[in-house]
């Protein structure tokens, strides 16, 4: 493609994209393709020949795009916010275009001290503490894993790394029962073992129970484990719980373990003081990792990483090939010391584009925004009769369930799952679901960048249509 023809297309992609997000409500929320539909309707093999790229915009209209799940409508209410946004999308156009490797500082000097300062201006506007130092990792699943992998270097000596896990001992990690599943994952590609994780039941309101937390680690030191690592979650996955950091921050301070937090979604809520009462006892805490990517309207991937003390995270993962040694060595953060891959992506770029062109206080006025909404529709909820909220609203996801007076358990769980398919079949709206205690619950998240009143109360109005619409087909609400 010569420079002439780039900039043709870069025009007409640069076109294609706004005109996503203008008309971005009439694609149908959640793809209807049936599975294997668009791998068979690409070629088997590969052009061996050149094709021309009006060809390939002409496919990605045609296979691609009705394949594709819109996680930026305003109408995507499922899983978890991955929110994005237009000066995102254009400074990750030139990333992708300088392709620079951001392993250490010398391959891009620019895109490690950006990296520094957006880390710097991201600890500031969260309110965490100065002596954290921050890294941007490709997903928290990874500073997750970081986090434990540290954890059993500092509780090992470092010597696990060098000699292998036999010098470790029976590690155990601990998490609440409602934790992300990458905790499990990172104790198992740690070398620690899913078995050594130890899922800590959670109290009403699914935070985790620290009594609980304290009897499991007391039964585990007398029976010859060694504590390594405790994940405290702010804003679960399933409920956005919230785990109490001090109480748990004082069982690692007295009993010499690592304490992670991994606040992906609700780490966004920090930039808002009235939000800062999750913090409270950050000073117990080791290690953080947030997602501009999941709520700071920045494009995946882009996930903050901190740390209370860099050089063991750097101690855990640094090694020095011949080819990378360099004479500033020592004097400047060469960031593929602090995480797993070497080839680091130039992030900070979208982070720092996103956070001029808002502002902080636009940014927070956004967050704000969604929390009111969440709170919002809990209310409307609430209200409704055979309606019933399952879980505290504190963040930006509404958990709840349809449940007529007199069905059993099991036949409204059938129900509120047929009633999540049926909604996400008309691709007007998209929500998902989880459950609590037995129960099939249906989630709303509304975070996304678009998201407004208008969209909240059009899908609740959808779902309480529907369920109305079944109750006056069959009588009763017919649950098969
Ligand atoms: C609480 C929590 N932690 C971790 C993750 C994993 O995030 P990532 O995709 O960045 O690894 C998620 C994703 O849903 C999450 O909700």
């Given at each position: 493609?010569?420079?002439?023809?780039?900039?043709?297309?870069?025009?007409?992609?640069?076109?294609?994209?706004?005109?996503?997000?203008?008309?971005?409500?009439?694609?149908p929320v959640k793809s209807k393709s049936a599975p294997g539909s668009v791998k068979a309707a690409l070629p088997a093999i590969p052009p061996t020949g050149s094709e021309s790229f009006d060809l390939f915009l002409k496919d990605f209209d045609d296979i691609i795009m009705p394949g594709i799940t819109h996680w930026q409508s305003p109408n995507f209410f499922a899983y978890f916010p991955a929110n994005s946004s237009p000066p995102s999308v254009l400074a990750?156009?030139?990333?992708?275009?300088?392709?620079?490797?951001?392993?250490?500082?010398?391959?891009?000097?620019?895109?490690?001290?950006?990296?520094?300062?957006?880390?710097e201006w991201l600890r500031e506007m969260t309110g965490l503490p100065s002596c954290f130092e921050g890294v941007i990792q490709d997903s928290a699943s990874s500073a997750t894993l970081a986090a434990i992998i540290t954890a059993r270097e500092k509780v090992t000596r470092y010597a696990s790394n060098r000699e292998g896990l036999s010098v470790a001992g029976r590690l155990?990690?601990?998490?609440?029962?409602q934790a992300h599943s990458s905790v499990e994952k990172g104790a198992g590609v740690a070398g620690i073992g899913r078995e050594n994780l130890v899922r800590v039941p959670v109290k009403g309101d699914y935070s985790i129970d620290t009594d609980a937390?304290?009897?499991?680690?007391?039964?585990d030191l007398s029976a010859g484990f060694v504590p390594?690592?405790?994940?405290?979650?702010?804003?679960?996955?399933g409920t956005t719980a919230i785990d109490p950091l001090r109480p748990v921050g004082e069982i690692c301070r007295e009993k010499n373990i690592w304490l992670h937090v991994d606040a992906a979604i609700a780490g966004t809520a920090l930039l808002l003081p009235e939000m800062r009462w999750m913090a409270d006892g950050m000073e117990y805490v080791d290690s953080l990792v947030f997602n501009p990517h999941k709520w700071m309207f920045t494009n995946f991937d882009c996930s903050a990483y901190f740390v209370r003390d860099a050089a063991s995270l750097i101690r855990t993962f640094e090694i020095l090939p011949e080819y990378l040694k360099t004479r500033t060595r020592g004097t400047v953060n060469d960031y593929r010391d602090w995480g797993i891959p070497l080839g680091r992506r130039f992030r900070a770029l979208k982070l720092w584009a996103v956070i001029r062109t808002y502002g902080v206080e636009r940014l927070q006025e956004m967050i704000r925004e969604h929390?009111?909404?969440?709170?919002?529709?809990?209310?409307?909820?609430?209200?409704?009769?055979?309606?019933?909220?399952?879980?505290?609203?504190v963040l930006n996801t509404v958990c709840f369930r349809f449940e007529p007076e007199g069905m059993s358990l099991e036949q409204?769980?059938?129900?509120?799952?047929?009633?999540?398919?049926?909604?996400?079949d008309t691709g007007r709206i998209y929500l998902t679901h989880t459950t609590v205690d037995g129960r099939y619950v249906l989630r709303m998240v509304t975070?996304?960048?678009?998201?407004?009143?208008?969209?909240?109360?059009?899908a609740w109005e959808m779902i309480k249509d529907y369920v109305s619409a079944l109750s006056a087909e069959h009588g009763a609400v017919d649950v098969d």
């Open positions: 493609m010569n420079s002439d023809e780039f900039r043709k297309y870069g025009h007409e992609i640069v076109e294609w994209i706004a005109r996503y997000y203008e008309n971005i409500e009439q694609y990750e156009m030139l990333t992708a275009a300088l392709g620079t490797q951001c392993m250490i500082w010398e391959t891009s000097p620019a895109a490690a001290e950006l990296e520094e300062r957006m880390m155990r990690v601990y998490c609440s029962a937390l304290r009897k499991a680690v007391e039964q390594c690592c405790v994940v405290a979650t702010l804003g679960t996955t929390i009111r909404l969440a709170k919002m529709l809990a209310g409307l909820i609430e209200a409704e009769k055979d309606f019933k909220v399952m879980a505290p609203v409204a769980n059938r129900l509120n799952e047929k009633i999540n398919h049926k909604l996400n975070a996304q960048t678009t998201v407004s009143e208008r969209h909240v109360l059009n």
